[in-house]
């Protein structure tokens, strides 16, 4: 008898359920870490209760604890919140790299922000092993530096699929 395992990585959460074409800004002039953060806030605030600063201010606190810099020039920054019942996302194309305190020590210019509800433990990382895989794509990531409208890079990050 032959016996099938079939693994879900992740949950049954795609990037079209958090991000909307509202949250994605393209080629932003910024020169630093905290300004990023604060167009983040600005943009993860749309369909919340709480107000942008309250949102800065989880983002720079998760900072804190070590940069989201995750390499290859992408950060991905997120917070997690309570009184909070759903996952948003925002996604930023800097028109320059910045200094993001990354692992690798490479100026920044993909930022997907998240803001995670308190008790979406599982979700959270989740999402965030799928950003992960997504960002490690360097073909990908090609494709959505060269696409220069909102609509398009909509599309490239909420139709991507990681490669068996």
Not at 147 to 156: A, G, I
């Amino acid at each position: 008898m032959e016996c099938k395992v079939t693994l879900h990585l992740f949950s049954s959460m795609q990037i079209s359920d958090i991000l909307t074409k509202e949250r994605i800004l393209c080629n932003i002039k910024v020169n630093s870490k905290k300004r990023v953060l604060e167009m983040c806030s600005e943009l993860l605030v749309t369909g919340t209760a709480f107000t942008s600063y309250e949102i800065f201010d989880s983002l720079v606190e998760r900072e804190r604890l070590g940069s989201t810099g995750f390499g290859r020039s992408v950060a991905i920054p997120h917070a997690r919140v309570a009184q909070s019942n759903r996952t948003l996302a925002a996604f930023l194309e800097l028109d320059e790299g910045i200094d993001f305190d990354a692992i690798d020590k490479q100026p920044v210019d993909l930022v997907f922000a998240l803001l995670v509800p308190e008790n979406s433990t599982n979700e959270h990382l989740e999402i965030l092993a799928q950003l992960a895989k997504m960002f490690s794509d360097d073909k990908f990531c090609d494709k959505l530096r060269k696409t220069k409208n909102v609509e398009d890079k909509f599309s490239l990050l909420t139709q991507w699929q990681a490669s068996l």
